[in-house]
């Protein structure tokens, strides 16, 4: 049972104002039993980011932390392929290596060094004894589905969800002109915040308070023309406004439901995903990227950079008094303007479709061990 129910169509911020109705209850946003039915329903299921191909240039280079609340790691092997696995020995279940990025020859595991090569496989199993029932062959790393695109790394759950490319789907085409896969890893901003995705969501895929909240924003683009297109079918949102004659910088946006936040600059990118942690939690990751890193160029990336971290603080404050409302148990729905929060519509509308249909018996084809 793979097959979500079909999406509607098309839908642009510029289209027909009709009224849109009300918002999810308040108490979605902090239910542990509705985040329990996420995991499988909606981040299980998708493609999620997980790092960059520059983290790890050459073989034997990992980045490992967690995605679901499952702990993985990505890996270079020698023939430069990169590979996903979970982060866990087939002997006791310990995490083979710590969270953050490393290099290693192999896969050692600290508590009792059984040892695996960059593609998964055992290659000792030390001082174990004689044991006939120990096939090295069949005792691999359990391996993750893990894709490339621009020197972005993905991994995704669900052996039945299509191929990378397939779920970016217009992305891929209409980022074309960015050479995202020339761009370096700069810096990262990570925070621990006590948000829920879908409010962070919500705030992301609505421009009616970019002009009280983003004074930086507002100053670069023209967010009197900022519009946000639906498209249902793929879950992604095209999101753009024509830069102002000064301003400092120029973009192309795009949110990938669930999570994924790819804003494409004129100097580079800043990239930017969610983990969610538990009902009311998440972890925001922002990745800034350069294609040049050369010194001479240090303080322009460092004022352009500051600036997009601005950016993101200034939405975490307001959100963050938002959550803390949405748990206070006084609010439960809003009304959704007709006039700018079509693609929050949509976004939430993802949501339910997406709850629907685990409620109806939709699960995602999980490896088992």
């Known amino acids: 049972m793979n097959d979500l129910p079909g999406p509607g169509t098309v839908r ?38 997980f790092a960059h191909e520059s983290r790890m240039p050459g073989p034997g280079d990992y980045v490992a932390g967690t995605l679901c609340d ?67 062959q069949s005792i691999g790393l359990f391996p ?46 990570i925070r621990e915040v006590a948000i829920d995705w879908k409010a962070y969501g919500d705030n992301y895929l609505e421009g009616y308070h970019l002009e009280l909240m983003h004074p930086g924003l507002c100053a670069a683009i023209d967010t009197s023309q900022y519009v946000i297109d639906v498209y249902d079918r793929e879950e992604f949102f095209h999101l753009y406004g024509p830069r102002r004659a000064d301003g400092l910088t120029q973009g192309l946006y795009f949110y990938r439901f669930p999570v994924l936040m790819l804003n494409l600059y004129d100097w580079g990118a800043s ?3 969610i983990e ?50 949405l748990n206070a148990g006084v609010y439960d729905r809003g009304r959704l303007s007709p006039k700018h929060e079509h693609a929050l519509k949509g976004f939430q509308d993802m949501v339910r479709r997406s709850l629907a249909a685990y409620d109806a018996g939709w699960r995602p084809a999980l490896r088992g061990p």
């Open 276 to 325: 969610p942690l538990g009902a009311g939690r998440m972890r925001h990751v922002n990745w800034y990227l350069f294609e040049d890193l050369s010194p001479a160029t240090g303080p322009e990336r460092d004022r352009i950079t500051e600036w997009a971290i601005e950016i993101v603080s200034e939405d975490i404050a307001v959100v963050t008094g938002v959550q803390r409302n």
């Open 271 to 273: 990239i930017a995903t």
């Open 70 to 136: 499952l702990p993985i790691l990505v890996t270079r092997g020698r023939d430069g392929k990169v590979r996903g696995f979970h982060n866990v020995c087939r002997h006791r279940a310990a995490q083979l290596v710590p969270d953050g990025i490393g290099r290693a020859g192999a896969l050692v595991c600290p508590y009792h060094g059984w040892s695996y090569d960059g593609e998964g496989r055992l290659i000792r199993a030390r001082d174990f004894g004689a044991d006939a029932g120990l096939d090295a």
């Open 144 to 189: 993750l589905r893990t894709e490339c695109w621009k020197g972005l790394v993905f991994v995704c759950f669900d052996l039945d969800a299509p191929p990378l490319l397939d779920w970016l789907g217009p992305i891929a085409r209409m980022a074309a002109d960015y050479p995202l896969e020339r761009y370096r890893f700069y810096r990262d901003k």
């Open 12 to 49: 642009a911020e510029a289209g027909p104002k009709e009224p849109l109705g009300d918002t999810l209850p308040a108490s979605w946003y902090a239910d542990p039993a509705i985040f329990a039915k996420e995991r499988p329903a909606i981040f299980q299921r998708h493609w999620q980011l």
